[in-house]
């Protein structure tokens, strides 16, 4: 399986901004624009809070924004709130299969 | 609002079969408009992609779970259910239902409780 890479933690204080990568290859993040983001806060179900590489779901807030560039896929948190320290996930198609991978999680904390 | 609702065993012996069912409401699994996806998430791990199933019946399996795992669907009941054969303590998991709206590209917009599984004897 393939496997996408993110960083298992990320620091950042309230009012910063955080970026966290996800790294796969050009058979998944790097060949299609259909890469998703999750925020799973302790204890909860997990959130979408950005599909399509770049897209908010309505009712997520703006501080959330996303791209992409090659096979690296970056989700960005401005203006760090204490609400924000969670678990984030990507994921993204992988070409000629029909399932899913995840990548391992990054485990946000607001200092 | 859509709401999935999951049921089942929270405790499953060693070698058993674990099964588990999502009811949905809100949306009908007969639209066709989504895929029923199940999750899980190991103690202190992260995310893995089981499986999920279109309205048809048609499933796509996680190919490490594949030969273990079977998902089925009941549009009448507008509900979706998991089986997971040969259980052992790999398997205690906290298991979601969810639903993916983006044609199975694994955006799962709503999400049941989550219910934790324990295997043990």
């Known amino acids: 399986q393939s496997a996408l890479t993110q960083p298992a933690s990320v620091s950042g204080s309230p009012g910063q901004s955080i970026t966290i990568s996800c790294t796969g290859t050009?058979?998944?993040?790097?060949?299609?624009?259909?890469v998703s983001w999750y925020q799973q806060h302790p204890g909860k179900a997990p959130k979408l809070i950005i599909r399509?590489?770049?897209d908010r779901p309505s009712g997520v807030s703006s501080r959330f924004s996303a791209s992409k560039s090659g096979n690296t896929a970056s989700l960005t948190i401005s203006g760090l709130q204490a609400e924000d320290e969670a678990d984030y996930y990507c994921v993204s198609y992988i070409s000629s299969t029909t399932y899913g991978v995840f990548g391992g999680g990054t485990k946000l904390t607001v200092l | 609002q859509v709401q999935l609702q999951l049921s089942g065993p929270g405790l499953v012996k060693p070698s058993q079969t674990l099964f588990l069912t999502c009811n949905v409401s809100?949306?009908?699994?007969?639209?066709?408009?989504?895929?029923w996806t199940w999750i899980r998430q190991c103690p202190g791990k992260g995310l893995e992609w089981i499986g999920y199933i279109y309205f048809s019946g048609s499933a796509y399996y996680n190919p490490s779970l594949k030969s273990r795992v079977a998902i089925s669907v009941d549009v009448s009941m507008n509900q979706f259910s998991l089986k997971m054969t040969s259980v052992t303590a790999a398997d205690t998991a906290v298991y979601y239902c969810?639903?993916?709206?983006?044609?199975?590209?694994?955006?799962?917009?709503?999400w049941g409780q989550g219910t934790l599984v324990t295997v043990s004897s």
């Open positions: 050009s058979s998944d993040i790097g060949g299609y624009n259909l």
């Open positions: 969810a639903r993916d709206r983006s044609n199975g590209y694994f955006q799962m917009d709503f």
């Open positions: 809100g949306d009908s699994i007969g639209s066709g408009n989504s895929y």
């Open positions: 399509d590489v770049s």
